[in-house]
C-alpha cells in the first residue's frame, strides 16, 4: 500500500516538473510596414514635359 502511495505521488510529481520548460521563449520581431510614397512623384517628370513641349508648340 505504501509503494502504491509513493509512486502515485511520484507520478504527480513528475507529470508537474515536465509541464513547463526552462528554455527562454521565441519571440519574434514585429513586422513594420512602411507606406509607400504616392504616385504622384513618378507623374511630375511626365507632366513637366508635357508642359514644355506644349509651350513649345504654342510659341512657333
Known sequence: MKKLVLAAALT???????AGSLADPIIE???????????SGGALLPLVLLVL???AVASD
Do not use: G, L, N
Not at 504527480?12 to 515536465?18: D, F, G, I, P
Not at 520581431?29 to 504616385?39: D, G, L, R, Y
Open 12 to 18: 504527480a510529481a513528475a507529470s508537474t516538473a515536465m
Open 53 to 55: 513641349v506644349a509651350a
Open 29 to 39: 520581431a514585429p513586422v513594420i510596414v512602411e507606406e509607400a510614397s504616392s504616385s
